[in-house]
């Protein structure tokens, strides 16, 4: 899920609740169905300066009983620039892709323009490039944050001598090693004989060292409007608790700087402050949410989301945990790894050792011997322990870098 979408995903729920409390009529005492749910199209879009396929994405809001947003599919959307038109493709999920790479160009006027499956017409305001301003430093400092919490600070610089960026949007995507603490060379697997019997293998399924992605879900927003230059200083985009397992061996971090329109800015701040919103029923309401996106048959139409087109600049660090806490102890792991050692039949006869390891619920760790009563012959751990899987890929990405 994209930042935009987890970000609004409470605001789709918001607003669609909010919709179908105005067409059920008067206020009556609350009862969580909605038989008069009106769906809205929900826009996301920005375009930005770097040379890539360009996406669009869009999905409908959805019922309060329901898991989250619904793909708009079979759409026909255009990227409209100065009487040019790009088009986009949908590869799945509400996303269309743009079927050729480009990087958004200075003094150019850009218009989304969409047609849903219904056959239903959608747009948005004529928008341009902001300013382009460089990141220029990315760092990681061992903090206390004002919580008096330890931890790791991710900071950012930046400087538009010509004062006309102002408004900025920081987006990350973090990268860690992980090493699954009981990983051994050694598995269970159940005895082809049958029976509750399970035997050793040699482990050719687990991994025991993997380097998942994450990607940031906060709408992180500076502005140095109020400030005598352009300049962003030691602004914190990451605060990393000491504790947190993804610093336990090396970390990567990169950090994308977006420059925004007043516009833009003010639409995200404004979503920012509902989707944190504590309740349904505060001051603040959806309707003030006011995107550059329309219906361009129904003025009366509700349509959620805003078209960006910003310059973008992103730098990436690495860092060791041994670089910030030498010599000292590392995070607890993600998972409690402490061993069991089930038995393999209970007393009442059923297996039970090989159902945990055949559901892929629990790996090999060690012998148990010798057995204590009601224990089995093996040490299991939880899955993740073993195989480091669970949490993201064993390929070594090609950015990284030891």
Known sequence: MTLFLSNIKRYILWIGFVLALILHGCIEPFEAEFVDFK??????????????????????????????????????????????????????????VSEVAFAAQPGVDYQLDITTQDGRTYGSALTRLTAVTSLDDVRAERIT????????????DSFDPTGSSKNYRYEYIE??????????????????????????????????VCYPTDFSK????????????????????????RDNYIISHRY???????????????????????????????QTQPG???????????????????????????KRLF???DDFYPGERLPPYVENCNPSAPPLVSQGGTCVLRPIIESGLGVYVADNSPPALGEGPFQIAP????????????????????
């Not at 620039?81 to 986009?88: H, L, S």
């Open 39 to 96: 769906s809205a199209l929900v826009i996301e879009a920005t375009i930005t300066n770097e040379q890539k396929n360009q996406q669009v994405i869009l999905s409908r809001t959805y019922e309060f009983e329901a898991d989250g947003p619904i793909a708009e599919t079979n759409a026909t959307v255009r990227l409209l620039a100065d009487g040019n038109a790009m088009a986009f493709q949908h590869t799945g999920n509400g996303v269309y």
């Open 145 to 156: 944050n004002d919580f008096g919490e330890d931890g790791m600070g991710i900071f950012v």
């Open 175 to 208: 990268t860690y090693r992980v090493i699954a603490p009981t990983w051994t060379p050694i598995s269970l697997i159940g005895d082809p004989v049958g029976g509750c019997n399970v035997i050793k293998v040699p482990n050719s399924t687990d991994e025991e």
């Open 218 to 241: 906060a709408i992180i927003l500076n502005s140095t409007e109020d400030l005598e230059e352009d300049r962003v200083s030691n602004f914190m985009v990451r605060f990393i608790n």
């Open 252 to 282: 990567s971090i990169l950090v994308k700087q977006y420059v925004q329109s007043n516009a833009a800015y003010t639409f995200f701040e404004t979503l920012n402050e509902l989707s944190g919103s504590e309740s349904l029923f505060s």
């Open 288 to 314: 003030f949410l006011d995107g550059n996106v329309f219906s361009k048959e129904a003025d009366d139409e509700t349509v959620i989301g805003f078209f960006d087109v910003a310059s973008v600049d992103e």
């Open 319 to 321: 860092f060791n945990f």
């Open 383 to 402: 899955r993740v322990c073993g195989d480091c899987r669970e949490l993201g890929t064993s390929e070594i990405p090609d950015f990284w870098i030891e």
